[in-house]
């Protein structure tokens, strides 16, 4: 006899207090546990990489070397299979490639950095796409190659935590040069020849984080937690070093919130994340004390001096 | 400061972009502590020369031979290319002039934030601290920058037309700076357009229209025929112009 | 040299060899030509009427019965054929119309007829693959019980000597002795049914097709919560997994959700046991691992005792 209850959607039992509301489904279950654990580090690692990024001018570029990255990850899947070295190794080769040659193509012709990374892009998915259709494309190899943070297993965790724990510490080395190439970068040729490596190193950290996000959290969720967080704290501060606190904050509380409207409402994760970031950037466009479009409009009486 | 005979040595150098120069036949040298101007019609060379010692670009014949380390030379390009956008503060910005001495990665010791206080109240800007760079005036940026120089301490400084557009306070309140590093034996090259000031300030100068024209002391360079001269010279390139046959073999 | 009468006389012994030949060919018996709508009834076909038939099957290996479109080509295969078998229990829900379309004056037999169906069960599954069998009827994949399979064979061989008396020998030897290949198909995996613990007997599968099996004593649960959609939320991956630990359910047979990753990290967290692809509603490719009707029951059964024992 088969149980009656099979047709009722068996949601689980709500107990209406907000602490379970909140904590529940993490202490509840593992996978919960490990998503919030990935997000966190994803966060540590892309927001203060999104923060340089809009500084300097180069916001769509994390788009652009999402798209770069995938050849390197979809041959690393066809020679390896789902393997997380293979794939990794192969979307960071191609990233650092297409990163490297438009860096160094802007610095020593005329051609800006905007141009040259479209170029480079444009080839190096062009290419990915061709070497895949020619080994029979497979409409599941993109949805494989688009992890999701539900899935998140040891390797993956690791691999995000060790790419976040890098960043920061690059970030932090490098702090003067990158602050400086943005400002003033005749100052900073003339002073030191830290410029071009520097600005290397800069597009190897956007690559490493993207490959690590898209890996575990498909590109969607990869590109935006690096460039939401960063874009809402600018209408916070103007402290460089406030900004990247701040997107940091934002980019945990925004995996939070989508972890737990996934779990309570049904959608799924990583638009979830993505949407609860951008809600966070337009409240933030329009309340944010640095700037928002609230004290634009009313801005209070002037002060004396 | 330890005396050097020559601070920078021009060997038969051109400089230009492509084949076209801007600059060619430079041969002669500019002695250390020298306070001298560098003048001449828009076009003639004048900022690609100080880029040239600089070593932003590389001469296209002959060599530009420098006694010490480029390190050594503070320079304040051309209507600067900083981006006024970017959140910085006066004081980080100034602060910058350190890194030229203890590197990138060094830290701030209580000596250093000494100085900086002491060349923001050089230049002026007490109290402009934390105001960001985006907010100020043409005449306070220039002030910052100043400022930013005095910490490089360098031996050898080039200015870019430090003073176009500038108010006449602030422009007085830097040429006192200018002074200030001659007294001090550095050795000062400013490009600069206001013939009058040159005559008042500085002993040197260079008259150049593509080509040297004069090289010395400044009431003799600056003579009505020199001036003449100068003001001949060919502002745009010529389409029909030969191969250079001057100059070394 | 090729003289005009070289040529002529070569193509006058090629005439005649031809000649020879021609009464040989036309002396070889005809085969029966016989329409099956779905690949595991062909098999069947093909296993009672061996060389005597010519089966064409319209839905082939890994198709789908439930959702097939029919082509002009297949009208025309209906016109060439004697008979059309069909499930019947309404499993093809487009057959009908196709037999009337096409004008075929082949007979219609329902190789089900007389089998013991069960009810279809309200199950918690997606309807996502518009069934043409309605719900409240019975549940049409017979097949999936060893023991309704032969009667499908009784009801082909009557229906083949019927249409071919001449064969009757022939088909009658064919049919016992796969008779009792299926009986020994069915003791075998009554006795890998019972070499698994009783409370163990228990899959998630979101294979709709498996109700008939279920008389070995195997449970098969419907996955709640989970979707095809490209992207699971975290509420369906929870509700899966309470599901399993509340259940005790040992394996999942789920084919489905598109990451595989997914389900290693369901797998993982609730214990369950993820099992390999099984075929229920077509065979695999000739040379795969179900290209046969019994080797199709073979393959599952197999995987279903590797899931569950431990």
């Not at chain 2, 296209?60 to 320079?75: C, M, N, T, V």
């Not at chain 3, 229920?280 to 393959?299: C, F, K, Q, V």
Request: proline share 5%; charged share 20%; aromatic share 6%.
């Amino acid at each position: 006899m088969i149980p009656m209850r099979m047709s009722a959607s068996a949601a689980p039992h709500e107990d209406p207090s907000v602490i379970d509301f909140l904590v529940t489904p993490f202490s509840e279950f593992e996978f919960m546990r490990r998503a919030l654990v990935g997000v966190i580090a994803i966060a540590l690692g892309g927001g203060p990489v999104g923060v340089f990024l809009m500084l300097r001018r180069m916001s769509l570029t994390g788009d652009a070397m999402a798209h770069a990255i995938l050849p390197g990850a979809a041959i690393g899947y066809l020679l390896a299979g789902l393997s997380l070295p293979a794939m990794t190794f192969g979307g960071l080769a191609a990233g650092v490639v297409v990163a490297m040659a438009a860096g160094l193509v802007s610095r020593f012709t005329a051609l800006k950095e905007d141009a040259s990374l479209a170029a480079f892009y444009l080839l190096s998915l062009a290419l990915g796409v061709t070497i895949v259709s020619l080994r029979g494309s497979n409409v599941d190899l993109l949805h494989v190659l688009f992890g999701t943070v539900l899935a998140l297993d040891d390797s993956t965790l690791l691999l995000l935590a060790a790419i976040s724990t890098l960043t920061v510490l690059a970030l932090a080395l490098l702090y003067r040069p990158l602050v400086l190439e943005c400002v003033d970068p005749i100052f900073l040729r003339s002073v030191s020849r830290a410029g071009t490596p520097t600005h290397l190193i800069f597009l190897g950290l956007v690559v490493m984080n993207l490959v690590g996000g898209f890996h575990a959290l498909g590109t969607l969720l990869a590109v935006g937690m690096m460039m939401l967080p960063a874009a809402a704290s600018r209408f916070w501060t103007s402290d460089i070093t406030m900004m990247m606190i701040v997107s940091v904050v934002i980019g945990i509380a925004s995996g939070i919130a989508g972890l737990l409207l996934s779990f309570h409402v049904e959608l799924p994760a990583g638009p979830a994340i993505i949407l609860s970031a951008g809600a966070v950037y337009v409240a933030s466009l329009l309340v944010g004390r640095e700037g928002g479009l609230l004290w634009l409009a009313w801005p209070g009486k002037h002060l004396e001096a | 400061m330890p005396a050097r005979s020559t601070a920078i040595r021009f060997e038969e150098v051109t400089l230009g972009y492509g084949r076209r120069p801007a600059v060619h036949h430079l041969d002669g040298a500019i002695p250390s502590g020298s306070l001298m101007a560098v003048v001449g019609p828009n076009g003639a060379g004048k900022s690609t020369l100080l880029k040239g010692i600089v070593g932003t670009l590389t001469p296209l014949e002959g060599h530009i031979r420098l006694d010490g380390p480029s390190s050594e030379i503070a320079y304040l390009p051309q209507a600067a290319e900083i981006d006024r956008s970017f959140p910085l503060s006066v004081y980080d910005l100034v602060a910058m002039g350190l890194w030229s001495r203890s590197g990138l990665f060094g830290g701030i010791s209580a000596k250093d934030r000494a100085r900086i206080e002491d060349a923001l109240a050089a230049v002026g800007l007490v109290g402009f601290e934390r105001r960001p760079i985006s907010t100020l005036s043409g005449g306070q940026m220039q002030r910052a920058l100043f400022a930013r120089l005095l910490l490089q301490d360098a031996p050898v400084i080039l200015l870019d037309e430090p003073f176009t557009a500038i108010d006449a306070k602030t422009t007085a309140d830097l040429l006192d700076l200018v002074r200030r590093w001659h007294a001090e034996s550095r050795t000062v090259v400013a490009v600069l357009h206001d013939l009058d000031m040159v005559r008042r300030v500085f002993p040197k100068t260079l008259l150049i229209a593509r080509e040297p024209v004069a090289w010395g002391e400044t009431p003799e360079v600056l003579s009505a025929e020199n001036l003449l001269k100068a003001r001949r010279m060919v502002e745009a390139y010529d389409p029909h112009a030969h191969v250079c046959q001057r100059g070394a073999a | 040299m090729a003289t005009r009468r070289t040529v002529l006389s070569w193509l006058a012994s090629v005439l005649a060899l031809a000649g020879a030949l021609m009464p040989a060919a036309a002396q070889a018996p005809e085969k029966l030509k016989v329409v099956a709508t779905f690949s595991i009834l062909g098999d069947l076909v093909r296993q009672v009427g061996g060389e005597r038939v010519e089966v064409t099957t319209l839905v082939g290996p890994n198709g789908d019965a439930h959702v097939y479109s029919p082509t002009p080509a297949d009208g025309r295969r209906l016109m060439e054929a004697r008979i059309v078998f069909t499930n019947g229990l309404k499993f093809e829900g487009w057959i009908d119309r196709l037999v009337t379309s096409s004008g075929t004056k082949a007979l219609t037999v329902e190789a089900a007829k007389g089998v013991e169906g069960l009810d279809a069960r309200e199950a918690d599954h997606a309807h996502g693959r518009g069934h043409d069998h309605g719900h409240g009827s019975l549940d049409p994949h017979a097949w999936q019980y060893v023991m309704n399979v032969r009667v499908y064979v009784q009801n082909i061989r009557d229906a083949l000597v019927a249409a071919d008396p001449d064969g009757r020998d022939v088909y009658e030897a064919n049919a016992a002795a796969y008779d009792a290949k299926l009986a020994a198909l069915d003791r075998e995996i009554r006795d890998l049914v019972n070499a698994i613990p009783a409370e163990r007997r228990k899959i998630i599968t979101s294979h709709e097709a498996f109700r008939y099996f279920e008389i070995y004593g195997i449970r098969f649960i419907a996955p709640q919560g989970t979707s095809t959609d490209a992207e699971a939320s975290a509420k369906d991956v929870a509700i899966i997994i309470r599901q399993i630990k509340r259940e005790q359910v040992p394996a999942v047979f789920i084919e489905n959700v598109s990451d595989p990753r997914l389900m290693d990290r369901i797998s993982k967290e609730s214990g369950a046991k993820i099992g390999a692809k099984v075929y229920s509603d077509a065979l695999s490719e000739p040379n795969g691992p179900a290209g046969t009707y019994i080797d199709m029951m073979r393959h599952n059964i197999r995987a279903f005792s590797a899931a569950l024992s431990r």
